[in-house]
C-alpha cells in the first residue's frame, strides 16, 4: 500500500481552485497544516467569514481530492472562517441574577409551586431535570457528546434517561447498541429501551433505520410530545435530551412545552461552528432556558505515536466565545479516534473505557452540568415570591 505523505496530500491540494478560481488553495495560503495518522488525513481551510456559507463546495472538492490518494483511509476537513474586529455579532446580554426578596418580618411562606410546573409548563412524572444538548449546526459530534455526558452523569450516581429528539436522523439505537421495538403498557404507554444504565427512547425504535421521516413541523412536535409524555420513564434524576441540530420546531418544543433545567451547546473550535452555536444559545435565551455551558468538541489532536498536539481547527475558540457571553465553559473534547470507533460500534467511551483520559473529561462535564442544574434550581428557588403575614 501506498505510503501518504504531507507532500502528496498537498500536491493534490493543487487541484483545488480557490475562490472565484484565484489560483489555488493551498498557494493561496488557505490550507492549515496537515496532520495524517493510520491513513486518515485532517486539516482546515480557512476562508472569508463573509463567504462562509458558499464555500462549502470547495471544502468538498477538497476532501474528495484527499480521499482518492491511494492509502489514504479517510479524510476530516472542516472550515474555518476568518473575522474582523474579534467578533461577528453583538453578544447577547446574560441573564439577569434573580432578584433577592428584601428583609421581612418572621412569617409563614406560603407552599412552593414544585420546580416541574415553573413558568406554566407542565413537567414529566418521575423526572427531576430534563438537560436539552443542542448545537447551531451538524457534524460536530452532538449526539456522541449527549450519550457521553448521559453516561457520565450515570457514572456520578445519578439515574438518567435520553431522549432522542432528532426525529428526522435519530442516532441513539447505534450509539447505544440497542435494538428492536419498545414494548408497551395497556397498549398506550411506551416502556423506554435500555442499555448501559440508561433508559432510551427514540424514533429510531419505531421505524427502520433507513426509511425517511418526511414529516412538516406538527407531526415533529405531536411525535416529540408523546415521545416524553407517553413514555414510562419511572424515577429518574435527569433526562438528556439529544436535540437536532439547528433553532427549528423540536427546540421550540421542548423550551416551550416543559421546564428545561438548562441546554449544554456543544461547538468545535473553529468560527464558522460557533456562529451557528450563538444562534442556538440565543434561542435558548430567548425562551428563557439557562445555559448549563459550552463544549468544545474535537478540540485538539494528539498524536498517537508521539504524543504531541494538534489544534487541527484552530483551538480555544469555544472558550473564549463562553467568556464573551459570560457562559460557563464545560471542558475540552479531544478528537479522538477512540471515542469515534466506540460511538460508531454502539460502545461509547465512557462505558468501554472507563479509565481512559476521555472518559475523565466526559464525566468531569457531568459534574459541571450537575453542579449548575442545582445552581439555577437555588436561584430559581430564591426568584419565587413568598406571601408574607403580618
Known sequence: MMSVTKEIVVERLKTVNGPDFTGNIVDLGM?????????????????????????????????RVVKAIPGVAGAIVALTAEKKGG????????????????????????????????????????????????????????????????????????????????????????????????????????????????????????????????????MVMSALTQMLREVEWGPLDVLVVDMPPGTGDAQLTMAQQVPLAGAVIVSTPQDLALIDARKGLNMFRKVDVPLLGIVENMSYFLAPDTGKRYDIFGHGGARREAERLGVIFLGEVPLEMGIRESSDAGTPVVVSKPESAEAKIYRDIAAKVWDRVNEERGAAEAAVPSIVFE
Do not use: C
Not at 47 to 53: T, W
Not at 189 to 202: A, F
Open 87 to 218: 467578533g461577528m455579532e453583538a453578544p447577547v446580554p446574560p441573564r439577569p441574577a434573580p432578584r433577592p426578596a428584601p428583609p421581612a418580618a418572621p412569617q409563614r411562606p406560603a407552599p412552593q409551586a414544585p420546580a416541574s410546573h415553573s413558568h406554566g409548563k407542565r413537567g414529566v412524572p418521575g423526572i427531576e431535570a430534563i438537560i436539552a444538548v443542542a448545537s447551531g449546526k451538524g457534524g460536530v459530534g452532538k449526539s456522541t457528546t449527549a450519550v457521553n455526558l448521559a453516561l457520565g452523569l450515570a457514572a456520578n450516581g445519578l439515574k438518567v434517561g435520553v431522549l432522542d429528539a432528532d426525529i428526522y436522523g435519530p442516532s441513539m439505537p447505534r450509539l447505544l447498541n440497542i435494538h428492536g421495538r419498545p414494548q408497551t403498557v395497556d397498549g398506550k404507554i411506551l416502556k423506554p429501551m435500555e442499555n448501559y444504565g440508561l433508559k432510551v427512547m427514540s424514533m429510531g425504535f419505531l421505524v427502520d433505520e433507513e426509511t425517511p421521516m418526511i414529516w412538516r413541523g406538527p
Open 31 to 63: 490550507v492549515s497544516e496537515i496532520f495524517i495518522a493510520d491513513g486518515k488525513v485532517f486539516f482546515s481551510i480557512t476562508v472569508p467569514a463573509a463567504r462562509a456559507q458558499e464555500m462549502e463546495p470547495l471544502r468538498a472538492a477538497a476532501e
